[in-house]
């Protein structure tokens, strides 16, 4: 690998961050607001399954005794 100056670095550096595409306030609310959504679904989802294993596990030991 080349060697390169830290002055040449930062050059580098601030060349590629102006070639980002940075999201609008818009776009990053939009995305915010369908990750909690998903989250949520996604938490019930997981409850349900867990309530769900928990009643056949609790069934299953009643068997025994």
């Known amino acids: 690998m080349a060697k390169v100056s830290i002055g040449q ?5 601030r ?10 306030r818009k776009e990053t609310v939009a995305t915010g607001i369908m990750v909690m959504i998903m989250t949520l679904l996604l938490a019930f989802f997981f409850f349900g399954v867990d309530a769900f294993f ?4 609790k ?3 009643s068997l025994l005794g």
């Open 9 to 13: 670095f930062v050059n580098q550096v």
């Open 54 to 57: 928990s009643s056949v596990v």
């Open 15 to 24: 060349a590629e961050t102006g070639k980002v595409h940075w999201p609008t």
């Open 59 to 61: 069934y299953l030991l």
